[in-house]
Nanobody, 125 residues
Framework: QVQLVESGGGLVQTGGSLRLSCAASGLILRNYCMGWFRQAPGKEREFLAA????????SYKDSVKGRFTISRDNAKNTVYLQMNSLKPDDTAVYYC??????????????????WGQGTQVTVSS
């Protein structure tokens, strides 16, 4: 049974930082491209960042480039999202996802087979 469990969310002030973790079980993480998405109330789920199975290739949504960094530790079956300079607009539920893909990075939500349950990030002004 595949499980992706996000952690590290919480309440932070504008300009603050958070590091999200996504612990995977039931799969071999090195076979998967991993992505982070978020969904704010009343809005569609949006792509934030993705990292290839090896970590050599990453891709980011324009609005988070330079603020967010995706990384992975295949030995620990864990993916991370370091978020700096947080803004109130970053408030959302954050999800990690796994795509069985050793070719590159996946940018669309429909390309991902497995999803975590999400972790809430709230940025106060």
């Amino acid at each position: 049974q595949v499980q992706l469990v996000e952690s590290g969310g919480g309440l932070v002030q504008t300009g603050g930082s958070l590091r999200l973790s996504c612990a995977a079980s039931g799969l071999i993480l090195r076979n998967y491209c991993m992505g982070w998405f978020r969904q704010a109330p009343g809005k569609e789920r949006e792509f934030l960042a993705a990292i290839s199975w090896s970590g050599d290739t990453t891709s980011y949504k324009d609005s988070v480039k330079g603020r967010f960094t995706i990384s992975r530790d295949n030995a620990k079956n864990t993916v991370y999202l370091q978020m700096n300079s947080l803004k109130p607009d970053d408030t959302a539920v954050y999800y990690c996802a796994a795509d069985f893909n050793k070719r590159g990075v996946a940018l669309g939500a429909d390309e991902y087979e497995y999803w975590g349950q999400g972790t809430q990030v709230t940025v106060s002004s």
